[in-house]
């Protein structure tokens, strides 16, 4: 099994910062994609940035809205991934998830997409 844990959401000012971690354990045998996605109330569930498994900054991907703003980075030792989110905004109000594209080899190598539960980052005005 793969497990998806998300922190460091909160409650924060328009232009402030918050960091948020992602930590993948269990039976994995590597990660092609880490990612964050996040979805606010009435809306679809959107991307916000992605990082391949090499992490050059050609292997990363921003939506539009958070380029600038936002940088995404792995520790791939450590199957961790991270999204520093600076000038936060109100429409920034979401929930964030963490995504993964990996292949976990409990029963044989098995590629798949591994979600977070989700970690709550609230931007007031």
């Known amino acids: 099994q793969v497990r998806v844990m998300e922190s460091g959401g909160g409650l924060v000012q328009a232009g402030g910062s918050l960091r948020l971690s992602c930590a993948a354990s269990g039976n994995i045998f590597s990660i092609n994609v880490m990612g964050w996605y996040r979805q606010a109330p009435g809306k679809e569930r959107e991307l916000v940035a992605i990082?391949?498994?090499?992490?050059?900054?050609?292997?990363?991907k921003y939506a539009e809205s958070v380029k600038g703003r936002f940088t995404v980075s792995r520790d791939s030792a450590k199957n961790t991934l991270y999204l520093q989110m600076d000038s936060l905004k109100p429409e920034d109000t979401a929930v964030y998830y963490c995504?993964?594209?990996?292949?976990?080899?409990?029963?044989?190598?098995?590629?798949?997409?591994?979600w977070g539960q989700g970690t709550q980052v609230t931007v007031s005005s």
């Open positions: 995504y993964l594209d990996a292949v976990e080899q409990t029963f044989g190598p098995r590629r798949g997409d591994y």
């Open positions: 990082i391949k498994r090499n992490t050059g900054t050609s292997n990363t």
